[in-house]
């Protein structure tokens, strides 16, 4: 019953724009969370709060990069690797090149 409640709860009528509710509105989405907008009884679109947009695209994005670094792990072939050195070389990179800037950390 609890998810029936919330459903109601988080959905609001266009017609309340129309009335002029939008500023109560978007209070009540930054106060509470998402809402999903409903014209003619079916869904619209989702009002997030920018905060909740940004956590929401972080999380799309972190799961696109843990896709692609484990489709990465399964390609991963330690015999057909190049050391660094070898592909500075490749490159025509030298040291000196390299010495104005600061040595990356990976996570």
Same mark, same amino acid.
């Given at each position: 019953m %609890?998810?029936?409640? &919330?459903?109601?709860?988080?959905t609001?009528?266009?017609?309340l724009?129309?009335? %002029?509710l939008? %500023?109560?509105?978007? &209070?009540?989405?930054k106060?509470?969370?998402?809402k999903?907008? /409903?014209?003619?009884n079916?869904p619209e679109?989702?009002?997030? &709060?920018?905060?909740?947009y940004?956590?929401l /695209? #972080?999380q799309v994005?972190?799961?696109?990069?843990?896709a692609l670094?484990?489709e990465?792990?399964?390609?991963?072939a330690?015999?057909?690797?190049i050391p660094?050195?070898?592909?500075n070389?490749r490159? %025509?990179?030298t #040291?000196? #090149?390299?010495?104005g800037?600061?040595?990356?950390?990976?996570?």
């Amino acid at each position: 019953m %609890g998810s029936v409640l &919330s459903a109601i709860e988080d959905t609001i009528s266009i017609s309340l724009f129309n009335r %002029g509710l939008a %500023g109560k509105i978007f &209070s009540e989405v930054k106060r509470s969370g998402a809402k999903v907008v /409903m014209k003619n009884n079916a869904p619209e679109c989702v009002l997030l &709060s920018p905060e909740e947009y940004v956590q929401l /695209m #972080d999380q799309v994005n972190d799961a696109k990069l843990l896709a692609l670094a484990t489709e990465r792990l399964e390609n991963y072939a330690p015999a057909k690797t190049i050391p660094f050195e070898e592909m500075n070389q490749r490159l %025509g990179i030298t #040291d000196d #090149d390299l010495a104005g800037y600061e040595e990356v950390e990976f996570e």
